[in-house]
């Protein structure tokens, strides 16, 4: 009696064959949304800056964290830099947009703010011809940005703020706020922009904030009531180190629920005795 292959085994022999093909497909698929993951992250951290100054009596901390799904390049970035004068530049931004097109316009007025910085001590000057050179190259895209400009030695803070969510700040004597600082559009809106300047004075030890919105903000959460959370985290590890708040912020910002990339930037500054250089 001969015994011939029924249909049933013909059917298993496809059916394996067909699961090896789309096992070796999905290992392909795995491997090149890994390359892409990897070829994000990189370009991600080629544009944001490589290293931040270190002044005597000030740490300066910065973490950024990408979209939730791995693959989206952000527009969020953050920069710390020394002025001639001696001076410290800050600044924190987010750019409308999640793609290459606007990780590549952050690179751009992150390089653009900086060089201005160079040559323009107000920072509602910077934030204004950065605004100006930003419109002049008729992109469709803009962006919100805080810019601080602090004098080490004396603790005189400047501040100008182009639609960005506000800041917050917590001293080792126990106070703590956010900061109502008055602003103008994002940058690349509006040609005739104003920028106000807010001043004030670091006069104890302590820690100054800055954030983009994915850390306050998510479905659930208003960016009120995000900040909020955020000056009570601070206000209760006002001295920690710069580092270490750091951390602390970015970890509360994922609790949020967000889709967005996010960036933090912290500024913890001590007080040094009088003539100390």
Request: glycine letters at 10%; hydrophobic letters at 45%; a negative charge.
């Amino acid at each position: 009696m001969n015994r011939r292959r029924t249909p049933r085994s013909a059917s298993a022999e496809d059916l394996l064959s067909t699961l090896q093909h789309l096992t070796a497909r999905a290992r392909q698929e795995v491997e090149l949304h890994q390359a892409r993951v990897e070829l994000a992250g990189a370009l991600q951290r080629k544009m944001l800056p490589a290293a931040l100054p270190s002044l005597p009596g000030l740490q300066i901390a910065a973490r950024y964290a990408p979209a939730r799904d791995g693959l989206d390049i952000g527009g969020d970035w953050y920069d710390a830099f020394l002025l001639p004068d001696g001076s410290l530049g800050l600044v924190i931004g987010d750019v409308q947009g999640h793609d290459v097109e606007a990780a590549a316009f952050m690179g751009q007025i992150r390089i653009a703010m900086r060089a201005i910085a160079l040559s323009a001590s107000d920072p509602g000057e910077v934030m204004g011809r950065t605004n100006d050179l930003i419109l002049s190259v008729d992109s469709s895209l803009f962006a919100t940005c805080s810019f601080l400009r602090l004098d080490p030695l004396t603790g005189d803070l400047q501040s100008a703020r182009a639609g960005h969510v506000a800041s917050v700040w917590a001293t080792d004597d126990g106070r703590s706020g956010i900061t109502a600082d008055a602003g103008g559009l994002p940058l690349g809106i509006d040609a005739r922009q104003h920028y106000p300047v807010t001043r004030r004075t670091l006069a104890a030890d302590g820690s100054f904030v800055l954030v983009t919105d994915g850390v306050v903000e998510g479905p659930s959460l208003s960016i009120g009531d995000g900040l909020e959370r955020v000056r009570r985290l601070v206000s209760s590890h006002a001295g920690a180190t710069a580092e270490e708040l750091a951390d602390r912020v970015l970890r509360a910002g994922a609790l949020t629920g967000h889709e967005d990339d996010v960036a933090v930037l912290v500024l913890r500054h001590e007080l040094r005795p009088a003539g100390a250089r």
